[in-house]
């Protein structure tokens, strides 16, 4: 059974890591930096607010955007908590002039952009004969135009040394029961390479491929699909927000300068692991 995120043995795993410094000085927006708690009465950190506070913590000024303003301003205050600069923008990310607007808010308020995370995703339907026409047009909305639009506005907004971090799934290259999620983040795979391809050399772009991750998120889809914490998993448990976050601080990170269109999987070896429950 894939256990939840109880057992981590690293500091970085649960959040409790000392900043080193990786990204100071550099100006970050994270899109999608709220967080839904689904009516849980304690809910773990979702990925959005991890990487905003541990970006904050490695010495960035954040912009925290959401379509929920008092879920993003919660991130934000966390951020300042951490003792750096916090700034709150309420976007529809896959709407044209809002996603301009919102990168232009950004770039004012941080004096520029240098790194963005696209952390932006929803699901809708179940199986291809549960999954309506207006699921599919809706997740493909929201899921791939705003990653598009993201690509689009950072590639204009940023100069030499950027990095865009867009947000995928190991869905993209398995076989789930959510169809057009699924399909919705194998599209971004493409959207990354022409976007590395684009931004080259100047910007780089690379995708993040989360697996299971214990979220507010990953906890509703487990009461609808109760098989997923069935999912053997060889790193014994699922992941958490923070060891998303730490995969997102590598690529905006110096250190993976010489990466650019890439996938990068963190998913603690689900899909080259033993799959029965």
Known sequence: MAERSEKVGSAEGRGEAPGRGRLEGRRILVVGGGQEEHGLEDPPIGN???????FAR??????????NEGSAEATAELVRAEGATAEVIVADAAEEDASAAMFEGAAKAL????GVIMNVG?????AIHGTSAEDWDHVMAVNVRSHFLGCKNALATMRDGGAIVLMGSIAATQVMPWPAYAASKAALESLCRQAA???????????LHPGLIDTSLGRLASQVSPLRDQVRIPAGRQGTGWEIAYGALFLLSGESSYMTGQTLVVDGGLTIGPRAG
């Open 197 to 207: 391809v684009e931004g080259a050399p100047k910007i780089r772009t690379n995708l």
């Open 122 to 126: 929803i699901g809708a339907g179940f």
């Open 58 to 67: 490695e010495g960035a000024a954040v912009a925290v955007a959401d379509l």
């Open 111 to 114: 004096g520029g952009l240098d």
């Open 48 to 54: 959005g607010r991890a990487m905003s506070i541990l």
